[in-house]
């Protein structure tokens, strides 16, 4: 058994400009410290297939689909079309996001089918941001809940745990499951920052832990020693997801938590042990944030080591 390691050529292929810090540098970079650790060499590679629309309409509405579709048309005839401020297309990108969420499904299907351990999709654009009708702070698709979609609906799962360990709130991923019981969310992020809510939808199930910026690893690991990990023991999660953004890391300009490459492999830790207690070690990650490029990678590279007892 192994861990997988899911990407895709075309998720090179969305830019958003040269300026633009969600970059495809930044897959390079795990792929970059990966190889030169030694770990690309112990994952097995899995090239992404594109999610189908009738996965996506799990969790996106078909007027929000089609509406990708007219903006990756104008996108082909301008260059670029905006979504909002922060998130664009180019003519390439509705393919790298159907890849990025096929992605997770993909992985799903692998982790159930009990052909690798566990898995994690180097994809962009990243999705945590992406609610049922409207795009955002970088993201098209929702990855993550396509995959926890498809693993209750082809799978049967009953009770899965999303865990969001981004700088930011995973709006979108609370939006799609704040009124399903079959799913808890558990996230740490910065506040007040972008997206500026997971206050107000905090519940049993949606377990948001805001952190004040300047925040470090004792205080996240003493968050999820009291709060998460007692949510995910009375939950009794099937399967764990893991929104696994790195912009909290310390050397990360684009906020201002202090997490380093340990805590990273630390939550990875307690993660994998509520896998192996309730949910019969299955995980699947996939990546969120992360700017800073060779922070990214040595933090990926860290989540890794643990997913993959390496």
């Not at 997988?4 to 040269?18: E, K, R, V």
């Not at 930044?26 to 629309?53: S, V």
């Not at 953004?245 to 990875?268: C, I, M, R």
Request: charge should be negative; include cysteine.
């Amino acid at each position: 058994m192994h861990t997988a390691f899911i990407s895709h050529p075309d998720c090179l292929l969305h830019d958003m400009g040269p300026y633009h810090p969600e970059s495809p540098a930044r897959l390079k970079a795990i792929e970059d410290a990966l190889t030169a650790c030694g770990l690309m060499d112990k994952l097995e590679r899995h090239a992404a297939p594109l999610a189908t629309r009738e996965q996506l309409e799990r969790v996106h509405t078909p007027g929000y689909i089609a509406s990708l579709d007219v903006s990756s048309s104008r996108a082909r005839s301008s260059g670029l079309a905006y979504l909002d401020p922060d998130t664009a297309m180019n003519q390439h990108s509705l393919k790298a996001a159907y890849r990025a969420a096929g992605a997770v499904i993909l992985a799903a299907d692998l982790v159930m089918g009990k052909k690798a351990d566990n898995a994690f999709c180097s994809v962009r654009p990243p999705g945590h941001h992406a609610e049922r009708d409207r795009a955002m702070g970088f993201c098209l698709l929702n990855n993550i809940a396509a995959g926890v979609a498809h693993a209750m609906d082809a799978h049967a799962l009953e009770r899965i745990a999303v865990v969001d360990f981004d700088v930011h709130h995973g709006n979108g991923t609370e939006d799609i499951f704040r009124d399903d019981p079959r799913v808890m969310m558990v996230s740490i992020f910065q506040h007040p920052f972008y997206p500026y809510g997971g206050l107000t939808g905090r519940s049993e199930r949606m377990v948001n832990i805001p952190l004040a910026a300047g925040s470090g690893g004792e205080i996240f690991r003493r968050v999820v020693s009291e709060f998460w990990l007692p949510s995910l023991e009375r939950f009794k999660p099937q399967m764990l997801f893991i929104s696994a953004g790195f912009d909290a890391h310390t050397d990360d300009d684009l906020a201002s938590l202090n997490l380093v490459e340990s805590d990273y492999a630390w939550v990875t830790e307690r993660i994998r042990e509520v896998a192996q207690v309730h949910a019969a070690n299955r995980i699947v990650s996939s990546l969120e944030g992360g700017y800073a490029l060779p922070a990214l990678g040595r933090s990926a590279a860290a989540h890794l080591r643990v997913l993959s007892d390496s």
